[in-house]
C-alpha cells in the first residue's frame, strides 16, 4: 500500500494547528482546534483506507482484492458524529461563558493556584511502609522476619490477659492443635 504525500502533509498541517489551538485560553480557539484535529483524524482514516477500488457489493466475478475497505468510511462517520457532538458541546459552553461573564477566555481561580503551588510529595501518602502492619503486640526486628519483640532491645514476651507468655508459646499457641495450655476449655486443650 503506498500513501499520498499530499494528504499526510496536509493531515500533519492540521494536526499542528488544531493542537497549538487547544492550547489556548479562548474557547473559541479550542472549539477550532477540536474541529482541525476531527478534520485532521478523519484524513488519517481516509489515508488507512488506501486507494479507491470498486464499491463492498457481492459479485461471483469480482476479485475479493478489488473491493474497497468499508471499515474506514464507517470509522469517519462515526468520527464526524463524535465531532459534530463535541462542537456543539464547545459552542454552548463559550454561550454560557460571554452570557455570565461578556468574555471568551477563561480565568485562573485561586483553587487552580493552590493546586498548582503545592509539592508533588505528600508525607502521609509517600511514607515507607514497614514490613509488620498487623494490629498484634508483636513487632519485627529485621527485615527477614526472624526475630520478635514487643520492646526494643528486650525479650520477647506477650502479655494475655494476667499472665506473660514467651513470644515461641505464643506463636505455638496458634498453630491449630496445640496443647500448651492447661486449662482444657481454652483453645488448644484437651476437651
Known amino acids: 500500500m503506498s500513501v499520498n504525500l499530499t494528504?499526510?502533509?496536509?493531515?500533519?498541517?492540521?494536526?499542528?494547528c488544531g493542537i497549538y489551538l487547544i492550547l489556548e485560553r479562548s474557547l473559541?480557539?479550542?472549539?477550532?482546534?477540536?474541529m482541525l484535529l476531527a478534520n485532521a483524524t478523519n484524513l488519517l482514516l481516509l489515508a488507512t483506507g488506501g486507494y479507491a477500488g470498486l464499491a463492498p457489493m457481492f459479485s461471483k466475478d469480482t476479485d475479493p482484492r478489488d473491493y474497497n475497505d468499508p471499515l474506514p468510511q464507517a470509522l469517519i462517520l462515526t468520527s464526524i458524529v463524535i465531532s459534530f457532538a463535541v462542537t456543539a458541546f464547545m459552542l454552548a459552553m463559550s454561550y454560557r461563558a460571554w452570557v455570565l461573564a461578556r468574555e471568551d477566555e477563561i480565568q485562573d481561580d485561586a483553587e487552580d493556584r493552590r493546586v498548582a503551588e503545592t509539592p508533588s510529595f505528600d508525607a502521609e501518602d509517600d511514607s515507607v511502609i514497614p514490613a509488620e502492619t498487623s494490629e498484634f503486640p508483636l513487632i519485627m526486628i529485621g527485615s527477614d522476619?526472624?526475630?520478635?519483640?514487643d520492646t526494643p532491645g528486650g525479650a520477647a514476651t506477650v502479655t494475655v490477659g494476667d499472665r506473660t507468655l514467651n513470644a515461641d508459646d505464643a506463636a505455638a499457641e496458634e498453630q491449630p492443635g496445640s496443647r500448651n495450655i492447661s486449662t482444657p476449655d481454652q483453645e488448644g486443650g484437651d476437651r
Open 28 to 34: 473559541t480557539r479550542v472549539l477550532l482546534g477540536l
Open 7 to 16: 494528504l499526510l502533509t496536509v493531515m500533519g498541517a492540521l494536526y499542528a
Open 145 to 149: 522476619g526472624g526475630g520478635m519483640s
